[in-house]
């Protein structure tokens, strides 16, 4: 089949990738978000799939909204028979949903109906999932609620943050997304509604969600801290500047701290919650780079009662 890719961030390349070295199907083009500034200096910078694409010879549409009358045009003349999505990070109108002869297949991070929505390896996470997927279902005007073609599981293990997961199930579901394409043209896949139970949502996560509330429980703590990495980053306030968490686990032996009460040890260093202690590994304090939390706390010389979490950042944090 003549495929169009959709998609921008590097969690996108893999599927990509996976879809140029088919040798069934050709990618004619790929759409992406438009080059964004970055870095100190905030040049402009091509997505990772822009770049990719541009590496292997492959045209390049950057509309800076899929409304746009010329770029729907573009589509048109290309003719794709599919167009396989990952990330791409805009919706999508019906007039373009319509241009392809197969519509729009998108890969999604989660076992549908379960978290729909912009983070669902983030909420897996969060939410304490022992088991995730992927899913390729035909994108419609509902959020993720359209046809599934089909699904890989994986498991979530119990150190996983959102990027580990994330990354495994980039390369997991870019087998599935290949396999998709495969099966719609040979007409043996036949897309399947999604049940109507088991339905949740996954909104992205904000830097207020990832802030510790230090009265929940160690594993809920452990949760965050994990769930949130690496970005947005879990955080917390310490002398009035936020501190990020870096890494952070359950240490069921220590307990006797009240919540965000902090201690430190020559090699460790413990803060309580709503149960037993967790023990920071690394922390990154505001305008410096992460470090090995030991360290972070003979600098700063931790007195005793000091907590984190005792009062919000100013406007400028």
């Not at 083009?29 to 905030?42: C, E, H």
């Not at 167009?83 to 890969?107: F, R």
């Not at 989660?110 to 279902?137: I, M």
């Not at 890494?247 to 032996?253: E, F, I, K, Y």
Request: net charge negative.
């Amino acid at each position: 089949m003549k495929l169009v890719f959709a998609g921008t961030p590097e969690v996108a390349v893999p599927a990509l990738d996976a879809l140029i070295a088919a040798d069934r199907h050709e990618v004619a083009a790929v759409v992406t978000r438009p080059d964004a500034p970055a870095g100190r200096g905030r040049r402009l910078v091509a997505s990772p799939v822009a770049e990719r694409a541009a590496e292997a010879g492959i045209e390049v549409l950057r509309p800076h909204s899929p409304r746009d009358a010329a770029f729907q045009a573009r589509l048109r003349e290309i003719a794709p028979d599919c167009c396989p999505v990952v990330a791409y990070g805009a919706l999508l109108p019906v007039s373009v949903l319509d241009i392809p002869a197969h519509g729009w297949v998108n890969l999604h991070f989660s076992l549908l109906p379960a978290w729909r929505g912009a983070a669902p390896v983030q909420h897996a996470v969060l939410a304490g999932d022992e088991v995730t997927g992927a899913s390729t279902f035909r994108i419609e005007e509902g959020l993720d609620t359209g046809p599934v073609f089909g699904v890989v599981t994986e498991e979530v293990r119990p150190t996983d943050t959102s990027g580990d997961l994330l990354t495994r199930l980039a390369f997991a579901g870019s087998g599935l997304l290949a396999a998709t394409m495969d099966g719609i043209e040979d007409g043996t896949l036949q897309a399947v509604a999604q049940p109507a139970e088991g339905v949740s949502h996954a909104p992205k996560i904000t830097v207020e969600d990832a802030r510790v509330d230090w009265s929940a429980p160690a594993l809920r703590v452990d949760r965050v801290v994990r769930g949130c990495a690496p970005a947005p980053g879990a955080w917390t306030v310490f002398r009035g500047e936020r501190l990020k968490l870096v890494q952070a686990v359950p240490a069921p032996d220590v307990t006797g701290l009240a919540p965000g009460a902090l201690r430190a040890g020559k090699r460790a260093v413990h803060v309580g919650t709503g149960s037993h202690a967790v023990e920071l590994r690394w922390v990154q304090p505001q305008g410096r780079k992460p470090m090995q939390a030991a360290d972070w706390a003979r600098g700063v010389r931790i007195t005793d009662g000091e907590h984190l979490g005792a009062s919000a950042p100013g406007p400028d944090a």
